[in-house]
Protein backbone atom coordinates (compact mmCIF):
# COMPACT_ATOMS: atom_id res chain seq x y z
CA UNK A 1 0.00 0.00 0.00
CA UNK A 2 1.35 3.80 -0.60
CA UNK A 3 -0.09 7.07 -0.40
CA UNK A 4 1.45 9.69 -2.85
CA UNK A 5 0.63 13.75 -2.33
CA UNK A 6 1.09 16.46 -4.86
CA UNK A 7 0.32 20.01 -5.23
CA UNK A 8 2.51 21.45 -2.60
CA UNK A 9 4.65 24.31 -3.48
CA UNK A 10 5.32 28.27 -2.99
CA UNK A 11 2.18 30.65 -2.43
CA UNK A 12 1.76 34.15 -1.21
CA UNK A 13 -0.04 34.95 1.89
CA UNK A 14 -3.41 35.09 1.35
CA UNK A 15 -3.15 32.51 -1.42
CA UNK A 16 -4.82 29.27 -2.26
CA UNK A 17 -3.61 25.60 -2.66
CA UNK A 18 -5.39 21.96 -3.32
CA UNK A 19 -3.14 19.49 -2.02
CA UNK A 20 -4.00 15.96 -3.69
CA UNK A 21 -3.40 12.22 -2.16
CA UNK A 22 -3.66 8.84 -3.97
CA UNK A 23 -3.94 5.65 -2.34
CA UNK A 24 -2.69 2.20 -4.17
CA UNK A 25 -2.51 -1.38 -3.58
CA UNK A 26 -5.38 -1.24 -1.05
CA UNK A 27 -8.01 -3.32 -1.58
CA UNK A 28 -10.96 -2.21 -1.17
CA UNK A 29 -11.33 1.51 0.63
CA UNK A 30 -9.34 3.12 3.42
CA UNK A 31 -10.85 3.84 6.29
CA UNK A 32 -10.34 7.10 7.84
CA UNK A 33 -8.34 9.18 5.64
CA UNK A 34 -6.75 12.45 6.76
CA UNK A 35 -3.79 15.09 6.30
CA UNK A 36 -1.13 16.11 9.19
CA UNK A 37 1.31 18.65 9.13
CA UNK A 38 5.43 18.84 10.20
CA UNK A 39 7.57 21.82 10.64
CA UNK A 40 11.22 20.51 11.21
CA UNK A 41 11.96 20.18 14.70
CA UNK A 42 8.30 19.77 16.09
CA UNK A 43 6.03 17.22 16.31
CA UNK A 44 3.52 15.96 13.42
CA UNK A 45 -0.13 17.75 14.08
CA UNK A 46 -3.14 17.03 12.40
CA UNK A 47 -4.77 19.00 9.74
CA UNK A 48 -8.43 17.52 9.13
CA UNK A 49 -9.82 14.12 9.15
CA UNK A 50 -12.58 12.49 7.48
CA UNK A 51 -14.65 8.94 7.55
CA UNK A 52 -14.50 6.06 4.88
CA UNK A 53 -17.87 7.34 3.84
CA UNK A 54 -17.40 11.24 4.24
CA UNK A 55 -19.77 11.91 6.68
CA UNK A 56 -17.83 12.93 9.38
CA UNK A 57 -15.12 15.51 8.85
CA UNK A 58 -13.29 16.81 11.76
CA UNK A 59 -10.89 19.81 11.55
CA UNK A 60 -7.83 21.58 13.37
CA UNK A 61 -9.51 24.25 15.19
CA UNK A 62 -7.16 26.89 14.18
CA UNK A 63 -7.62 25.73 10.25
CA UNK A 64 -11.31 25.33 10.41
CA UNK A 65 -12.98 27.64 8.09
CA UNK A 66 -9.81 28.14 5.81
CA UNK A 67 -8.80 24.25 5.01
CA UNK A 68 -11.58 21.78 3.76
CA UNK A 69 -11.17 18.10 3.52
CA UNK A 70 -13.04 15.59 1.03
CA UNK A 71 -12.79 12.55 -0.79
CA UNK A 72 -11.92 12.75 -4.31
CA UNK A 73 -13.99 11.22 -6.93
CA UNK A 74 -12.17 7.87 -7.43
CA UNK A 75 -11.82 5.70 -4.62
CA UNK A 76 -9.28 6.26 -2.23
CA UNK A 77 -7.89 9.80 -2.83
CA UNK A 78 -8.47 12.52 -0.68
CA UNK A 79 -8.52 16.60 -1.08
CA UNK A 80 -6.84 19.42 0.63
CA UNK A 81 -8.05 22.94 -0.22
CA UNK A 82 -6.23 25.62 1.69
CA UNK A 83 -7.16 28.83 1.48
CA UNK A 84 -6.18 32.36 3.02
CA UNK A 85 -2.94 30.93 3.83
CA UNK A 86 -0.78 32.30 6.52
CA UNK A 87 3.51 32.08 7.00
CA UNK A 88 2.83 29.96 9.82
CA UNK A 89 1.01 27.34 7.49
CA UNK A 90 4.32 26.50 6.28
CA UNK A 91 4.61 23.04 6.69
CA UNK A 92 5.18 19.54 5.35
CA UNK A 93 1.79 18.30 4.77
CA UNK A 94 1.27 14.29 5.02
CA UNK A 95 -1.59 12.16 3.62
CA UNK A 96 -2.34 9.25 6.44
CA UNK A 97 -4.80 6.35 6.29
CA UNK A 98 -5.98 3.29 8.03
CA UNK A 99 -7.48 0.16 7.22
CA UNK A 100 -11.38 -0.12 6.26
CA UNK A 101 -13.01 0.36 9.36
CA UNK A 102 -10.43 2.52 10.89
CA UNK A 103 -12.55 5.54 12.81
CA UNK A 104 -11.42 9.10 12.87
CA UNK A 105 -11.05 8.93 16.77
CA UNK A 106 -7.22 8.61 17.26
CA UNK A 107 -4.23 10.65 16.75
CA UNK A 108 -1.13 10.43 14.34
CA UNK A 109 -0.30 7.37 15.82
CA UNK A 110 -3.21 5.13 14.86
CA UNK A 111 -2.80 5.78 11.39
CA UNK A 112 -1.37 3.00 9.08
CA UNK A 113 -0.18 4.15 5.88
CA UNK A 114 1.65 7.64 5.93
CA UNK A 115 2.88 8.85 2.33
CA UNK A 116 5.94 10.89 1.83
CA UNK A 117 4.50 14.71 2.02
CA UNK A 118 4.54 17.49 0.08
CA UNK A 119 5.89 20.83 1.35
CA UNK A 120 3.67 24.05 1.43
CA UNK A 121 5.79 27.69 1.93
CA UNK A 122 4.03 30.29 2.43
CA UNK A 123 5.74 33.56 1.73
CA UNK A 124 4.67 37.42 3.31
Known amino acids: VALVESGGGAVQVGGPLRLFCEGSGQRGSFGCMAWFRQVSGKERGAVASVSRGGRTTIYNDSMRGRFTIEHGNRRNTLYLYLNSLQPEDTAMYFC??????????????????WGQGTQVTVSP
Open 96 to 113: AAKEPFGSCTSGPGSFDY
